[in-house]
Structure formats: C-alpha cells, structure tokens
C-alpha cells in the first residue's frame, strides 16, 4: 500500500475524517504520530521513549560537569578572572564573588562559549563585526574616522555632496601646497575590503550601491578634471580572477593586492607626462606564496584567531630585493638600490610614498615593489604636508595613499 507521499510504508493507513478520534482510540499505539493529508492518516513512529531518556540525561550530565569542573577551579584558586576584571582582591574575596563572576567573567569560561557559540550556531560575539561567506569578516564602523561600512555600503551614508566636495578641496588644498614647492602630488584611493569583496557579504545587505561616498568623490574629481587622482576599485576588482588580493580576517591588502595598486599607480604615472617612468616591476606566481595562519585583526577581536583562520599571501623566498634601508631622515626612511643592482635601478626620478598613520602594513608591502622600480625612494606616515620630508629626498614626485574609510583626513583642520 502507498503512503500519501508516494513510498511503500508498512504502517496502516485509516480513513478517517476526524483525527481526534485516531488520539483517543485506546487500540492505537501512544508512540506514534499523525499524519493528516487529505482523508488519509499514515501512522510512524516516534524516536523511542529510552532513547530519549538517555539524551536528556547525556545533555545534562555534560552541564552538571561543565558546572562542577568551572566551579571547582575557581573555588580552588586554579582559574584566573580576566584581566579585564580582576581589581586585585584576595582570593578569598574572589572565592565569594558572585555566580556571574565565576562563569561569564572567567577568561576559559569565556572562550569556551564564545567558541562553540561560533562553532554550533555560527554566532559572533559582537556586534561590530559581520560574519560574511568563506570566512570572510567585515567591520561595521570605523571610530577613529566616524565612518560606518555598512551603512555606506548599501548608499545610506550620511555623505552629501558638500562633505564629498570637503574632500575634495582637503586633496586639492594639499596638491596646491606640494605644487609651491615645486613637486606634483598623486592622491591615490585604496578601497574597503567591502567594496572588492561585497559578493562575500552577507545576502541580506545586497549588492555594494552606486552612491558610495568613494563612488561620489571620483566622480566628483573627474568633473573637475583633476588628473593626479587615483581610485584603484576597478584595478582591484578586474584583478580579483587572479588570486586572493584580501586579507579574509582584516580589512587589508595582502602582497598579491597590493602589487595591483602599484601596477595602477605606475600605470597612471606613466600617462601623465610629468615624470618619466621607469620599466614595472614584473611579478609571477612564484614570487607569491598563499599560506593559512591565525586570523588577523578582526579574528581576535571576536575572540575566534583559531578558529577563523586567515588566507595569507605574501612574497616568497624566489623574490629579488634589490633595495636596502639607507638612513632616517626626521620623519622618512630613505631607502636606495644594493650595491650590486645599482645598474639596474635608475638614480632618478626621486619619488616621496606617504601613508596615513594607520597604513603602516600598507607601506611595508607597497616598499618592495617601488623600491625595486625607482633607485631612491622615501617612506613616511603622516598626513601633514611636510616641505623638510620632500627636501630629505629630494623628490619630485609625491604619492599619498588613503584608505577609502579615511578620506575624512582631508577635512581635518589640523593636517591643514
């Protein structure tokens, strides 16, 4: 006989238009459950009833230990409260502390929920950070800059164009002050991880909007006709075919990510006709090596370093460093070519790299592929314009890179 769904079943099926009849007749078995399709009730059967028991005893048995074992460690000294917490007192008073000192300010205590909250029902144990596809995390708001990610991301950002045009004339303000000095000044955007990667998003927020506050500025800087302005997004996201250009864990470049910038940047450079460019660095697939490690930035502050893991891409052992630090001026690491790759390198043009105070990995990773192109180069973190960086270079070329989460330095009075 078929069951409503189709299959062989040896269970009886009764023709019945009541089912309340069906629960309260005393011939048919308690541990079984109703299926209603119809004018057909098919009768299966229910996880055993001993089964059930020992589940429920097997649940609890497993908190009455994890109760007993935390509780005990405590009471006997074994268990440090973490250091977030812990005011000095004497153990005794610990010992006498409350029930939600023992158990939600215990530092095991704490990483063992935070890990298996992730772990069983893929929770995180804030707010500030999103869980995204194939362990990707992303940051909901930057405090330093006042600048929420997300909100940006799905064009509710409070950016109107008097704040994008602000922007604009701090980048141009800056160019006018190098231009006194004699030297032109690039101002060259790295995008959000959330910007390349909005695909590893989350579905519910969408695709990234048209009217990010980076998408308004570039627009803006081209009605303008400003020409030493750089915004790698299309760079980046052409190249993501490649190979991994993010850091999964951290909103950053990793070395294959970055040697995209520095092909758009020479790129741009050598179209402009102000300085003569010399030949790009080539990179292939065996100067780069991919390597899992620790979760970086945004790991460790949901807590999670081991469990998600980061997808790092750094120069192998196969690239050439034909550049070694020569000396520290004030603010500026001038760097020049190795004896033997003096023939290789050009003595000129100078070129200035400056980076926000924050976009330190950025300069250790842009460093190798600029300072294996121009023969003397020098590397600053600093917003603020600065005449004694240029002359300690002797440059005649200055790049700025911003973070595009940091373009509010360009309407801070103070680097003005």
Not at 120 to 146: A, M, Q, S
Not at 287 to 295: E, I, K, N, R
């Amino acid at each position: 006989m078929n069951d409503p769904a189709g299959t062989d079943t040896a269970e009886p099926i009764i023709d019945c238009q009541n089912t309340d009849s069906i629960k309260n007749d005393p011939n048919v078995p308690l541990n079984i459950d109703l299926f209603y399709s119809g004018e057909k009730l098919a009768l299966g059967r229910k996880l055993p009833h001993n089964l059930c028991v020992i589940l429920i005893v097997f649940f609890i048995g497993i908190l009455l230990s994890m109760t007993l074992n935390f509780g005990i460690s405590a009471w006997s000294g074994t268990m440090d409260l973490c250091d977030d917490y812990y005011d000095g007192a004497s153990h005794e008073d610990i010992v006498l502390s409350s029930f939600s000192d023992v158990f939600y300010k215990n530092r095991e205590m704490r990483t063992f929920m935070t890990n298996y909250d992730y772990i069983l029902f893929g929770n995180l144990n804030t707010n500030d950070v999103i869980l995204g596809k194939n362990e990707f995390l992303f940051e909901r708001y930057d405090k330093v800059h006042d600048y929420n990610y997300i909100a940006d991301y799905i064009g509710g950002y409070s950016a109107k164009d008097g704040e994008v045009k602000d922007i604009a004339e701090g980048i141009l303000r800056l160019q006018k002050q190098y231009e006194e000095i004699g030297v032109v000044c690039t101002v060259a955007v790295i995008p959000n991880i959330h910007t390349v990667y909005g695909e590893m998003m989350p579905d519910f927020f969408g695709t990234i909007s048209q009217q990010t506050r980076l998408a308004k500025l570039t627009q803006y800087m081209d009605n303008i006709g400003c020409t030493d302005y750089i915004d790698t997004r299309g760079a980046l996201i052409a190249a993501k075919s490649d190979g991994r250009l993010y850091n999964n864990t951290e909103n950053s470049l990793n070395a294959r990510g970055a040697y995209y910038v520095y092909l758009e940047v020479m790129r741009r450079l050598s179209e402009d006709g102000n300085m003569t460019v010399p030949g790009f660095l080539t990179l292939s697939e065996r100067d780069l090596v991919s390597h899992v490690t620790a979760g970086k930035e945004l790991a460790r502050k949901v807590g999670l370093p081991y469990l998600i893991r980061n997808l790092t891409v750094s120069l192998s052992g196969e690239f050439t460093q034909r550049y070694e630090a020569r000396e520290r001026v004030g603010s500026v690491s001038i760097v020049g070519p190795k004896e033997e790759f003096r023939d290789q390198l050009p003595d000129s043009p100078s070129v200035l790299f400056e980076f926000t105070e924050s976009n330190e990995w950025d300069r250790i990773l842009l460093t190798d592929y600029f300072s294996n192109t121009f023969g003397q180069c020098g590397y600053r973190t600093s917003a603020e314009f600065s005449p004694d960086a240029v002359k300690a270079v002797n440059a005649s070329r200055v790049i700025f890179f911003v973070h595009e989460n940091e373009l509010s330095v360009f309407t801070d009075t103070e680097n003005q």
